[in-house]
């Protein structure tokens, strides 16, 4: 199962969430919190998260497939999604790239801490801590966090613990946390497929309404060329073809 399917499936997400149609369009079974609210954004983002994790846990690339579906998204959209993967931080700041300030370093700086996702309240602002909204790990099989201390002297839980503090979730993503069944499936409802169903309903009603405007500005040309309105204007000549023209009348 190839996870780049999930590509435009978070673009559609990332448009959604900056639209004011999230709540309208999304619906978390099971979950009793209200749209709108900090607890329910952040179990979206959970589920949304799982939904790739247990993707690229069935496809066996692991860590390298989420940064890459994430990054893909972000990148389409220019850097300006909530989503971002792999952004190092260093002395509680992200390392942004030199050539591209929009977005993070994809260098592994030495001295900073990586975590596997990060979610940004403003995606039009870069991921600084003020506008950190949750830090999250994933942990594929055989997989934990490292118990190795850095040179800030803490271990990889204790460094996110104290960088994050409260926006970083403490239970990792795994395979029992993500619900994935046998097939690398998200056993909730999916958030990814609200969203795309969300991004496709959008583009038919976008194409449907251009259609329709045309469609009318042709038919109101017509009648227009056919008026008192348009006679008038058609017997003074350039003047009047001029001034038709601005008006839309067509004869």
Request: charged share 25%; glycine share 10%.
């Amino acid at each position: 199962m190839s996870c780049g399917q999930l590509v435009p499936a978070f673009i559609a997400l990332n448009r959604l969430k900056r639209s004011r149609q999230l709540c309208k369009a999304v619906v978390l079974m099971g979950f009793d919190k209200v749209c709108g609210t900090r607890d329910f954004d952040n179990e979206l983002d959970r589920r949304a998260l799982c939904e790739l994790f247990c993707c690229c846990m069935t496809g066996g690339l692991g860590q390298r497939c989420v940064a890459g579906v994430v990054m893909q998204a972000d990148g389409f959209e220019g850097y300006r999604g909530y989503y971002k993967q792999e952004v190092p931080y260093r002395d509680g700041a992200p390392v942004m790239s030199r050539n591209e300030p929009v977005r993070p370093t994809r260098s592994r700086p030495a001295g900073s801490r990586i975590p596997d996702v990060v979610v940004v309240k403003n995606p039009r602002l870069p991921p600084v801590l003020d506008n950190v909204q949750r830090v999250y790990e994933m942990k594929f099989p055989g997989d934990g966090y490292s118990s190795d201390f850095g040179p800030d002297g803490m271990n990889q839980f204790q460094a996110y613990t104290y960088i994050f503090e409260n926006k970083f979730l403490k239970e990792a993503l795994d395979a029992g946390s993500c619900a994935c069944d046998s097939d690398g499936e998200n056993a909730n409802e999916s958030v990814l497929n609200q969203a795309t169903r969300w991004q496709a309903n959008r583009e038919k009603a976008i194409s449907l309404s251009e259609r329709v405007n045309k469609d009318t500005a042709a038919a109101v040309g017509a009648a227009a060329g056919s008026s008192a309105l348009g006679r008038a204007l058609r017997g003074v000549g350039a003047v009047g073809v001029a001034l038709a023209r601005f008006l839309g009348l067509s004869f």
